[in-house]
């Protein structure tokens, strides 16, 4: 059996595939890559390189555990999100390219404050509350999350990006924290417990189920950040495919003005956003 990288690289791609995973091609070159230390690209550079036992070992190892469809980010322990790389592991959600679209809107509502306060709820890995204070020096976030477990990734996450994020433990069904905030956002679990059936192996049989099943966790936040936010201040949620008109009706209800929503990058209907204009 050969066991240079353009040989290695087509095998993991072969195995993958019949595993079902959605891009085998991209998975194995990710995986092979990892290995080596190196980017994909340089992969190219380098496929008639021969890798050694150990190497060949540790990409049988990884390769295993994407049979299985765990996820990609599971297997590498970390995942890139913005200018961030992020360690997550099944503790966490993986950071998805639609919630970058939050971030964009956040960065965007707090663009003219020098130092805003902004509340992250449901923080997870630590991902939309890291993004902003790594894109806005200026902003003071604190991120809230029920789940110790989360809070741990999202330390470690913290830690490795050197930002001054701050954490805390509280379940957004207990209220939020006192503010005034000049943002709050979240991506609260959304996925119908009927739905999760449905979904792809690698987040149905290995995603938390606390981060992504839940009923009722977006309509709390809207009311609860009513509470908290200061007058003019911004609400952006992140919600389940098909809803955001009707999370839209919900914060025109609640009194939010300016009700946005916007699409994510494949052009579905997943950010909705509003501003505060009383205290009742």
Avoid: K
Avoid at 154 to 160: D, I, L, P
Avoid at 181 to 203: M, Q, T
């Amino acid at each position: 059996m050969s066991d240079t990288v353009a040989d290695a690289v087509r095998r993991t791609a072969e195995r993958l595939e019949a595993a079902g995973c959605e891009s085998p091609r991209l998975d194995a070159e990710v995986l092979v890559a990892h290995v080596l230390g190196m980017s994909r690209a340089g992969l190219y550079g380098e496929s008639r390189l021969t890798l050694s036992g150990v190497e060949l070992a540790e990409v049988e190892r990884l390769v295993s555990r994407r049979e299985r469809r765990e996820p990609l980010a599971y297997v590498l322990g970390e995942w890139g999100f913005r200018r961030l790389t992020l360690s997550v592991d099944r503790r966490v959600l993986v950071p998805r390219p639609e919630t970058e679209i939050v971030v964009e809107r956040c960065l965007a509502l707090v663009a003219g404050l020098d130092e805003p306060r902004i509340l992250d709820v449901g923080t997870g890995s630590g991902a939309i509350a890291l993004a902003i204070a790594d894109e806005h020096p200026g902003a003071h976030v604190t991120a809230i999350d029920a789940s110790e477990d989360a809070l741990a990734v999202a330390r470690e996450n913290v830690e490795r990006a050197g930002l001054p994020v701050e954490l805390v433990r509280r379940d957004l069904f207990d209220g939020l924290p006192e503010g005034p905030w000049d943002l709050v956002v979240s991506n609260p679990p959304y996925v119908h417990p009927g739905e999760i059936d449905a979904l792809e192996p690698e987040v149905r049989d290995w995603e938390p189920r606390t981060a992504l099943v839940g009923e009722g966790a977006t309509a709390v936040v809207a009311r609860s950040a009513r509470e908290v936010l200061r007058f003019g201040g911004a609400l952006v949620l992140e919600v389940a495919e098909g809803s955001a008109q009707e999370v839209a009706a919900l914060l025109r209800e609640l009194g939010y003005r300016d009700v946005v929503v916007t699409a994510d990058l494949t052009g579905r209907d997943r950010v909705v956003e509003g501003v505060t204009t009383s205290a009742d």
